[in-house]
């Protein structure tokens, strides 16, 4: 199990950007796939971005390709996801998770990962 931490959120206006920090401890964090999750008031948790452990390859929801970018920095024990262009429809508690075992076909669902951080507030202003 490993314990995760996030930061970075805020309020920012339309346009704007905001990079968001998960640490993890406890853990040997390289065999971890990371990801991040949202979720917006009275809506389900949703997938954002991922980056699977054993390909390094990152996989991003439809609606943030080419304006989010998920990076991880295994000497920090860290991710990070810098948000670009960032739209009202992305307000939400964003969420980091991790997961040693998952398998890809459930890199996408909350359902695939242990461990959660406790969720950073990112709030963008129209």
């Known amino acids: 199990q490993v314990q995760l931490l996030e930061s970075g959120g805020g309020l920012v206006q339309a346009g704007g950007s905001l990079r968001l920090s998960c640490t993890a401890s406890g853990g040997t964090f390289i065999r971890y796939t990371m990801a991040w999750f949202r979720q917006a008031p009275g809506k389900e948790r949703e997938f954002v971005a991922a980056?699977?452990?054993?390909?390094?390859?990152?996989y991003y929801q439809d609606s943030v390709k080419g304006r989010f970018t998920m990076s991880r920095d295994n000497a920090k024990n860290t991710i990070y996801l810098q948000m670009n262009d960032l739209k009202p429809e992305d307000t939400a508690v964003y969420y980091c998770a991790a997961d040693d075992t998952i398998i890809f076909s459930n890199m996408r669902n909350t359902r695939g990962y242990d461990d959660w951080g406790q969720g950073t507030q990112v709030t963008v202003s129209s």
């Open positions: 980056m699977f452990r054993n390909t390094g390859r990152t």
